[in-house]
């Protein structure tokens, strides 16, 4: 079936350090976002991206399709990063299929 | 912007009752809505893709006898849960495309659900 594998599953940080999450995907795909859910359960899209690479203050999203493959990169973390970040590729169906989540823990 | 209201943000009801969710999308045309659930300490499941003007797709698992949804025009859609129980809780989450966009979903607040 289709996948989606989202790594690491969990992160521990020091405040200032830099994280990199990756998604990577078993079928092709049309495009893929990357989420911030709040403790409360909503989502935050952070980016939309079909490919390339996107940057939004300390964050930065690079797809590359052919490889099934998307990063998100933060840089110089904060405390208020903590929390799960979801990715989420849309298939050729228009289906978007999430993955289990990294989960961030930023040390002061 | 493109907008997704959900109501009700959360819900508490007995085994074996039923609960009604409601997705309004402001700013642009849904011209399909995905349902989906997170169960505890899971990722999101997606429910049935409905898509205007085409029949609703469920996915393995789930099936329109338990989760009936309406999306009647391109700005509403609801879904219920029918005679809910234990494995049924979480959180629902409706996510809107509009008219041309192939792959960007813009999502409510989420409806939680917890069965006593």
């Known amino acids: 079936g289709q996948q989606v594998q989202q790594s690491p599953a969990s992160l521990v940080l020091q405040e200032g350090e830099n994280a990199e999450l990756q998604c990577n995907f078993s079928?092709?795909?049309?495009?893929m976002q990357w989420f911030y859910q709040r403790p409360g359960g909503s989502l935050v899209s952070l980016f939309y991206?079909?490919?390339g690479t996107k940057q939004s203050g300390r964050l930065t999203s690079t797809t590359v399709i052919k490889e099934r493959r998307s990063s998100l990169h933060i840089s110089s973390s904060q405390t208020t990063d903590s929390g799960t970040y979801l990715c989420?590729?849309?298939?050729?169906?228009?289906?978007?299929?999430f993955g289990k989540g990294t989960h961030l823990h930023v040390l002061p | 912007g493109a907008l997704v209201y959900q109501y009700p943000r959360r819900t508490i009801c007995k085994s074996g009752t039923s609960m009604r969710m409601e997705c309004q999308a402001v700013?642009?045309?849904?011209?399909?809505v995905a349902w989906y659930r997170q169960s505890p300490q899971k990722t999101f499941e997606l429910i049935a893709l409905s898509t205007v003007n085409s029949a609703i797709k469920y996915e393995q698992n789930f099936t329109q006898e338990k989760f009936p949804i309406s999306h009647p025009n391109l700005s509403f859609s609801s879904m219920t849960v029918l005679n809910a129980y234990l494995e049924d809780r979480g959180l629902y989450l409706c996510g809107a495309r509009g008219q041309g966009n192939t792959g960007q979903l813009y999502f409510g607040e989420g409806s939680k659900l917890t069965v006593l």
């Open positions: 991206n079909p490919s």
């Open positions: 079928t092709s795909l049309n495009s």
């Open positions: 700013g642009f045309q849904a011209t399909s």
């Open positions: 989420a590729m849309a298939t050729n169906a228009y289906k978007v299929i």
